[in-house]
C-alpha cells in the first residue's frame, strides 16, 4: 500500500540542516542551534531550574525526625522509670518502709507482729519468717510462719496500701485458745475503711493446728494444707482445710479430709467438715453447723453423720475388737449430734444412732458367752457371730465413756442381743445383755443345762440376762456363775460342785 505521507524517503544533507534550524525555531524552549567558532554547529539547551519543593523528600524527612524524638523519648522514660523503680526498691527495703509495713499489719490482724529478713523487689515480697501473737480475749493464740512469699502489687511501692493476689508459706503452726471472758481482742484497733493489707488469698501447704495447751492440745491437726480467702462475695472469710491428720485426746486417730469453715464477726460456721477412719477411706465421718467461741454459756452442736464408717473411728480400737463393722446413722430425735461448749471444760459429746451399712455387717466377738454359747450348741458361728440386716443402736461418747445403748442385733435363726456395754476412761467395762438363742437350737443341744438356764420363749428366741465387766481387753460376765446355779434338769442326777466346775471348765475349752 502506498504510504500516505507526503514526506520523503531520503534527504539531502543541505535539507536536513534546514529542518534541524526550522526545527530549533519552532520549539526554542526543546534547544537552539549555534555554530561554534570552528564552524561546527550544535542546538543549545536552555537549563531548566530546579523546583524549590520535593513532598516526598521532605515527607521521609520529617518520617525521620520523628521516630529520633520517639525513641529519645522512650529511652528518658525508661531511664527515669528505671531510677524511680530502683529508688523505690531501695526505699521499700529500708527501715522506714520496714516500720510501716509491721503497722500496717499489726492494724490489718490487730496481733503484735515480728518479721525477719524481710526484701521486697518489683514481683514479690519475701521474709524469713513471721509471727504474730494476740491477747487473751481471742481465740487466736499465735500463728508461726516460716518462708513467706508475697506477690505484690506496684502500687504497694508507693507505701500506703500493701496488695497482690498471694500471700504464702512454706509451713505454719497456728495455736487456738479458749478466749478469756472480759479480756480485749486485739492489742490494736481496727483500721478505718479498707484494710492496710489485702490480699485476695493465703495460703500454706502444711499446717499444724493445735487447741489448747500447745504441749498437751485438746485438738491438734498436722500436715493440713490450708487456704484463707478474706472476704467473698457475701462478706465471710472462708477457711480451707485439704488433709491432714486429727489427734483428740481420748479419741481414736482420724483423718481430715476437708473442711470448709466460714467466719462472720464472732461466728464460726463450719459448711462442711469431712473426717476418715485412721487407715479407710471407704466410710466417712461430716459435722456442720456453727460454733460461737465468744460465747462460753452457749452449747455449739453440729451435725453429725456418718456413712459405711467403721465402728472403731468412733469407739476406739480397744472396744473396736468386740464390736466392729461398718455402720450408717439414721435418723433420730436428738441424736446425731457433736456437741461442746468453748471453755477449757468443753466436754465434747458425740452421739449416734446407727444401723449397719447394706454392703456390711456388724460382728460381736471376745466376749466369754460366746465360747460358751458356741461350745454348747456346737456350732462355731456363735463364737463369733456377725449380725447384717436392721443391726444397729446408738454409740454415745462423753467424758471419755463410750457407751454402745439400745442394741439391737438380730441374725434369725440363730441368735439375738439387746443392751448397753460402755466402757470408762480407764477401759473397764461395765453393762448388761440381753441374749437370746433360737428356740430349736436350745432344744436340740447336747448340754440340757442350757434349757434350764434360758429363760421361756420369746419372738423365736429363749433369753438370758448377762452382766458384763472386767477390762476392755479380757471382758467377763456372769454366764458361768448362772451355768453353775442352774438346776440339773428332772432326770439329770445332781452332781458335787466341783464336778459342775469341771463341766463348764470343759464346755468353755477351746476344741
Known amino acids: 500500500m502506498p504510504s500516505s505521507s507526503s514526506e520523503p524517503e531520503k534527504y539531502s544533507i543541505d535539507e536536513m540542516m534546514d529542518r534541524l534550524k526550522s526545527s530549533s525555531s519552532e520549539s526554542p524552549e526543546e534547544g537552539e542551534l549555534v555554530t561554534r567558532a570552528d564552524g561546527t554547529q550544535a542546538i543549545r539547551v536552555r537549563k531548566r531550574k530546579r523546583r524549590s519543593s520535593q513532598p516526598v523528600k521532605k515527607g521521609q524527612q520529617t518520617s525521620r525526625r520523628m521516630r529520633i524524638f520517639q525513641i529519645s523519648a522512650a529511652m528518658i522514660l525508661v531511664f527515669v ?10 526505699y521499700a527495703n529500708s527501715s522506714p518502709f520496714r516500720e510501716g509495713l509491721l503497722r500496717k499489719i499489726e492494724q490489718a490482724s490487730g496481733a503484735e507482729v515480728e518479721i525477719q529478713q524481710f526484701r521486697i523487689n518489683p514481683k514479690t515480697a519475701n521474709a524469713a519468717g513471721m509471727t504474730l501473737k494476740w491477747p487473751a480475749g481471742n481465740i487466736l493464740s499465735s500463728v508461726t510462719l516460716r518462708s513467706l512469699s508475697a506477690e505484690v502489687s506496684p502500687s504497694t511501692f508507693l507505701g500506703k496500701v500493701m496488695k497482690g493476689e498471694e500471700v504464702s508459706a512454706s509451713d505454719a503452726v497456728l495455736e487456738l485458745k479458749y478466749p478469756q471472758a472480759g479480756e480485749i481482742t486485739r492489742h490494736f484497733p481496727t483500721s478505718e475503711g479498707l484494710l492496710p493489707i489485702r490480699f485476695n488469698r493465703y495460703r500454706v501447704p502444711s499446717l499444724t493446728l493445735t487447741l489448747g495447751p500447745p504441749t498437751t492440745p485438746i485438738v491438734k491437726v498436722t500436715k493440713s494444707e490450708v487456704s484463707l480467702n478474706p472476704e467473698t462475695e457475701n462478706g465471710r472469710a472462708l477457711l480451707n482445710f485439704y488433709r491432714g491428720d486429727i489427734e483428740m485426746a481420748g479419741w481414736p486417730k482420724l483423718r481430715l479430709d476437708r473442711a470448709l469453715v466460714g467466719i462472720r464477726g464472732d461466728e464460726f460456721e463450719v459448711i462442711n467438715l469431712r473426717v476418715l477412719h485412721e487407715s479407710d477411706s471407704r466410710g466417712i465421718f461430716d459435722l456442720s453447723g456453727k460454733i460461737y467461741p465468744y460465747q462460753p454459756d452457749r452449747l455449739s452442736s453440729l451435725k453429725a453423720v456418718v456413712q459405711s464408717f467403721q465402728i472403731e473411728g468412733l469407739t476406739g480400737p480397744a472396744l473396736g475388737r468386740l464390736f466392729s463393722g461398718r455402720i450408717d446413722s439414721t435418723s433420730a430425735t436428738k441424736s446425731n449430734f ?14 449416734i444412732t446407727f444401723q449397719v451399712s447394706p454392703s456390711s455387717q456388724i460382728e460381736l466377738r471376745g466376749f466369754p458367752f460366746l465360747l460358751a454359747i458356741s461350745q454348747a450348741l456346737d456350732d462355731p458361728w456363735f463364737q463369733s457371730p456377725v449380725f447384717e440386716v436392721d443391726a444397729g443402736g446408738t454409740i454415745h461418747r462423753e467424758n471419755g465413756i463410750v457407751t454402745f445403748r439400745d442394741l439391737n442385733f438380730e441374725s434369725k435363726g440363730r441368735m439375738a442381743v439387746r443392751g448397753k456395754v460402755s466402757m470408762a476412761l480407764n477401759q473397764e467395762l461395765s453393762g448388761h445383755l440381753e ?48 451355768f453353775l446355779k442352774a438346776s440339773a434338769a428332772s432326770s439329770e442326777a445332781t452332781a458335787p460342785e466341783e464336778e459342775e466346775v469341771s463341766t463348764f471348765e470343759q464346755l468353755t475349752r477351746p476344741k
Open 338 to 351: 457433736l456437741s461442746f461448749l468453748p471453755t477449757a471444760d468443753a466436754a465434747p459429746t458425740l452421739e
Open 81 to 90: 522509670a528505671a531510677l524511680f523503680i530502683g529508688g523505690a526498691v531501695i
Open 435 to 482: 441374749v437370746g438363742v433360737a428356740e430349736a437350737m436350745i432344744a436340740s443341744s447336747k448340754t440340757p443345762r442350757l434349757k434350764n438356764m434360758f429363760g421361756p420363749p420369746k419372738e423365736g428366741f429363749r433369753w438370758i440376762s448377762l452382766k458384763i465387766g472386767g477390762p476392755v481387753a479380757t471382758p467377763s460376765d456372769n454366764f458361768k456363775d448362772i
